[in-house]
């Protein structure tokens, strides 16, 4: 059974601060995947990563970065958030065929 | 471009009355399509897939490569369906992954 973590469910975090979300999966997927989730505008991908060291801009992803170091592990991070990253980030994970998803973080940023 | 559209962001039925959620896509090439449900306060998750022709708790799905939709349709709807649908495209690269903005369904007991 595929399994996709979060490092956290809910973070709070101020204006201009950096913030790192990271997401490990545990079934040696090359794939892997940022979302935000917003109401009204469903799943938009931020960034993704096919390799150890690959990474790929998706849709958004300005004001974003990512780090892929690790096979199993994906983070992104916010350089200095803002509160338009008030979101719902999801980490996913793809195999043969379909993605699977973390339980998401949801992020304040006041 | 490869995208999704969902055009209804709500949708309720009565209890077991029957239910399509639409979904039309556009892309240039065979994309491989899926529907993915998000009960409350659970993870997303995979509902079915185009290319196993599968019925999952009573939903089907049927790609229509002329009018290129793939709605999901349930005969009569229950409670439990009351959840967040997104329809999701994925090229034959399997790189990338585009969703729809997905429909809220409640099933009215």
């Known amino acids: 059974d595929v399994k996709v973590t979060q490092s956290s469910r809910y973070l709070v975090k101020r204006t201009g601060e950096k913030v790192f979300l990271e997401c490990v999966q545990d079934?040696?997927?090359?794939?892997m995947f940022w979302y935000r989730q917003d109401p009204g505008l469903g799943l938009r991908l931020i960034y993704f990563?096919?390799?150890?060291?690959?990474?790929e801009k998706g849709d958004i992803p300005e004001g974003y970065s990512v780090s892929r170091e690790k096979k199993e592990r994906f983070s992104l991070i916010l350089e200095s958030a803002s509160t338009n990253q008030t979101s719902m980030y999801l980490c996913?994970?793809?195999?043969?065929?379909?993605?699977?998803f973390g339980p998401g973080t949801r992020l304040t940023v006041t | 471009a490869q995208r999704v559209t969902q055009p209804e962001k709500l949708l309720s039925v009565f209890k077991g009355a029957p239910v399509e959620l639409k979904c039309n896509y556009s892309?240039?090439?065979?994309?491989?399509l899926f529907w993915y449900v998000q009960y409350s306060r659970q993870r997303l998750q995979l509902l079915l897939r185009?290319?196993s022709r599968e019925s999952i708790k009573g939903f089907t799905a049927d790609l229509n490569k002329g009018e290129t939709s793939f709605h999901l349709k349930k005969p009569f709807a229950q409670e439990e369906d009351s959840a967040m649908y997104y329809c999701?495209?994925?090229?034959?690269?399997?790189?990338?992954?585009?969703f729809g903005t997905g429909t809220s369904l409640t099933v009215i007991p």
């Open positions: 996913a994970s793809k195999g043969q065929l379909e993605q699977y």
């Open positions: 079934m040696d997927h090359e794939n």
């Open positions: 990563s096919y390799d150890v060291k690959m990474k």
């Open positions: 892309y240039s090439g065979s994309p491989e």
């Open positions: 185009h290319i």
């Open positions: 999701a495209l994925s090229g034959r690269s399997g790189n990338q992954f585009y």
